[in-house]
């Protein structure tokens, strides 16, 4: 998914840090999200997620560092910074015996210039006006969980942080969330989600930021990301001719493996040789290989998945 080329910085964090009682437990960790991004913060358990959530939205302070919303410092200006927001910090806070349209009013009244046509607006933005008007008690789990967004949205925030929207949905309300977000960011809205599904942010975002003991390892495009982990795969032959001419070929990043999986009906002169290259390099060496008299029968590129590149990352950490 692309993005502007110089799109508006909407939330950005510099060297920030926290400590408790003398150990640090965020470690001066940085990065930006842009306007009508989708952008995905990743990490085992206790390496410091919610932590860093938490001092976004000014729960808790930081030792050290900025954060600014939409150039606010969210500490200095905090009451600029919270407009400019809305979050929903693990489970929505709603009043069961209410219904949603009344959980609505209630929090509406806590914020300047938010009247019913406000709330009607944001109804309609998350798709409820079937059941607006029901007990609160009544509802899925996944209808929580928009009332919930529908609650943050009603001040008109620039940037929606979210503490994992799909955790507990089933397979059709995961897809469901999943592309009511992808919504919300077409029309200009910039998100900042937190979740411990692999394959859902990257599906979902346009960058993500790999958070492990504290300290941010990567951030970047997904596709980016797993391009850098990818393996190209050539299937050649004679075999130790190629691997000799692989091996010293100047294209060649990293070690060469071997790979017999998928040769049990071939010659035996045929070899799949795994290498770790920039895929751009291709053709030359494709080239270069046939220069050398070597047969050319596939190449295939083979880039890890997000979850592959996270367990490489963090050396194997679980996730939350």
Partial sequence: MAIAATPKIVLS???LKKSIKNKEIIKGISFDVYAGEIFGFLGPNGSGKTTTIRML????????????????????????????????????????????WENLEHFARMLPDVDENRIREVVEIVSMDQRIHDK?????????QRLGIAQALLGRPSLLILD???????????????????RLAADG??????SHLLSELQQMC??????????????????????????????????????????SSEF??????????????????????STQMN???????????????????????????????????TEGERIE
């Avoid at 606010?72 to 069961?96: Q, T, W």
């Avoid at 609160?136 to 929580?144: A, D, N, W």
């Avoid at 990043?253 to 040789?273: C, Y």
């Fill in 136 to 144: 609160v008690r009544t509802y899925s789990l996944g209808m929580r």
């Fill in 189 to 194: 809205l910039s998100l900042f989600v937190s």
């Fill in 164 to 182: 994992e929207p799909t955790n507990g949905l089933d397979p059709q309300g995961i897809k469901e969330m999943r592309e009511f977000i992808q």
């Fill in 252 to 273: 060649v990043i990293s070690a060469i493996a071997v790979e017999t999986d998928n040769l049990s009906n071939l010659p035996t002169t045929i070899m799949q040789i």
């Fill in 279 to 313: 895929q751009e390099d291709i053709p030359k060496l494709s080239q270069l290989l046939i220069e050398q008299g070597i047969s050319l029968y596939a190449v295939e590129i083979k880039n890890p998945t997000l979850e592959d590149l996270f367990l490489r990352l």
């Fill in 57 to 100: 939205v000014d729960l808790i302070r930081p030792t050290e560092g900025t954060i600014q919303i939409c150039g606010f410092d969210v500490h200095k200006e905090h009451d600029e910074a919270m407009r400019k927001v809305g979050c929903i910090v693990e489970n929505p806070e709603l009043y069961s015996y209410l219904t949603g």
């Fill in 206 to 247: 346009h960058r993500v930021a790999i958070i492990s003991h504290g300290e941010v390892i990567q951030v970047g495009a997904v596709d980016e990301l797993i391009a850098q982990g990818g393996r190209v795969v050539w299937t050649v032959s004679p075999g130790e001719h190629a691997q000799r001419v692989l091996q």
């Fill in 13 to 15: 964090v510099n060297n």
